[in-house]
């Protein structure tokens, strides 16, 4: 009888490789042999998924964004307005081992979305969506009389977004002067302006 592949299985199997790779050896450690082998598959497997690495790093991104996004999903279906919006913030923070391979291949990712038009789109095409959920977010705690009616939150959900992607970025490179305490407290600070 022949044996059934699991094929989002294989896929998800190399991309949490490629993950894993990245946040160890950074995109030069990245080749479609080292993937294979830390998957633990076979390297002509690999090829029956993905064509160039460039295919493979952007199924990879999209596989932690995929992640994250299950999580954030949850405190949606469980929070609403600020709370649900501190809890997605939060959850960008470095706070685990994680969260900062999640930041390194994030930042790897953006490197090769300043370099070729295909990340860039990819990059583009998440970033809209982050943005809406922020606003909807914002708009959402406007509705609950948690913030300000007259408030842009369509300026304001870019304003939170950069911020937030600022407080991961230098809580990878100064772990020390912003551990992740320090983080969501940055975020919890920034939410309780909004309200005044």
């Known amino acids: ?7 989002d299985r294989q896929r998800e199997k190399f991309a949490d490789a490629t993950i894993r790779i990245m946040a160890r050896d950074g ?3 990245v080749n479609m042999r080292a993937v294979a082998a830390e998957a633990g598959l076979s390297y002509g497997s690999l090829f029956h998924y993905f064509n160039s690495k460039d295919e493979l790093l952007m199924h990879a991104v999209r596989h932690s ?3 994250q996004t299950r999580r954030v999903n949850e ?20 706070s685990s081992e994680s969260s900062r ?5 994030w930042l790897a990712f953006l490197y090769k979305a300043s370099l070729k038009k295909s990340f860039a789109l990819l990059y ?4 809209d969506g982050w943005l809406a959920r922020i606003k909807t977010l914002l708009d959402d705690a406007i509705e609950a009389g948690e913030l300000r009616p007259e408030l842009d ?9 950069v911020y937030s992607a600022g407080i991961g970025q230098q809580g990878l490179l100064h772990p020390r002067r ?3 305490k320090m983080q969501k407290r940055l975020i919890s600070e920034y939410l309780n302006k909004l309200k005044r």
């Open 178 to 180: 912003l551990p992740p």
């Open 124 to 127: 583009a095409e998440m970033i």
């Open 1 to 7: 009888m022949p044996k059934i592949v699991d094929h």
């Open 75 to 94: 405190y949606s279906s469980r929070y609403s307005g600020l709370r649900a919006l501190q809890q997605i913030l939060c959850d960008d923070t470095i």
């Open 153 to 161: 939150t369509e300026f304001e959900a870019m304003a939170v977004w």
């Open 27 to 29: 995109l030069d450690g």
């Open 101 to 105: 391979d999640d930041w390194l291949v």
């Open 65 to 67: 964004a995929a992640l």
